[in-house]
């Protein structure tokens, strides 16, 4: 059974027209993240939420913004979608910080024309 | 660090054989490893970790070696299989709330 979902799997978007990515998680965990990966790299975390406490990555665009409404689900919102915003978007999830391993859903590719 | 780059190295090897696949890490206040597989289209799945005060721990098929020293980590597995080729990440928590960062990459292609 699928612990972290994401849909959808593939999202096309506009050039400035803005985009919410989606995340759930059936594992009641504390900590959810968003990371982006770009064609050939490797993930890049753009921000997480510790329960309700919403910590960003200094590098991280203004452009993105996350929501958190409750538990199970969290939304990565990107406000004014730039060509070089196309890129797989991993959500991933964690019991607690500090050490614990990291689930990770099969990620969003966003393409934005 | 920032991992960079367009394209991946490659290790490619034979079915059956041993494969390693190398990464340094840029943080000497990390404490603790994973090794990540990624099959195309699908997110990170985790292999193994280790944390700072090992040098080594093993897996089912799969060892992971820590050498603090020169800040490189390695995974090795062992009678690599086609179900293994995949991109492998190594990621680093350089402690406090669980950020990963994560190096660059190596696709890893197992022939017949």
């Known amino acids: 059974d699928a612990m972290v979902i994401q849909n959808p799997r593939y999202q096309v978007t506009q050039f400035g027209k803005p985009v919410t990515l989606s995340c759930s998680q059936t594992?009641?965990?504390?900590?959810m993240y968003w990371y982006q990966q770009k064609s050939s790299q490797a993930p890049k975390l753009l921000f997480h939420?510790?329960?309700?406490?919403?910590?960003n990555e200094a590098d991280t665009p203004d452009n993105f913004q996350s929501r958190r409404p409750n538990t199970s689900f969290c939304f990565l919102d990107i406000r004014s979608p730039g060509l070089g915003d196309a890129a797989m978007y991993l959500c991933a999830t964690s019991r607690d910080q500090g050490w614990d391993e990291q689930y990770f859903g099969p990620g969003t590719r966003l393409t934005v024309t | 660090g920032e991992s960079v780059g367009l394209h991946l190295p490659t290790l490619s090897v034979q079915e059956g054989d041993n494969s390693i696949i190398n990464c340094a890490y840029s943080n000497s206040a990390s404490d603790y490893f994973i090794w990540y597989k990624q099959e195309s289209g699908k997110g990170p799945q985790f292999i193994i970790d280790?944390?700072?005060?090992?040098d080594k721990r093993q897996g089912q098929r799969v060892t992971v070696l820590l050498n603090k020293t020169v800040k490189h980590l390695s995974l090795q597995i062992a009678a690599t299989q086609p179900g293994d080729s995949a991109v492998y990440f190594c990621?680093?928590?350089?402690?406090?709330?669980?950020?990963?960062?994560f190096g660059a990459g190596t696709r890893l292609a197992v022939h017949p």
């Open positions: 939420y510790y329960d309700k406490d919403f910590n």
């Open positions: 990621a680093e928590n350089p402690g406090g709330y669980n950020k990963l960062i």
């Open positions: 594992l009641n965990h504390n900590v």
């Open positions: 280790i944390r700072s005060n090992m």
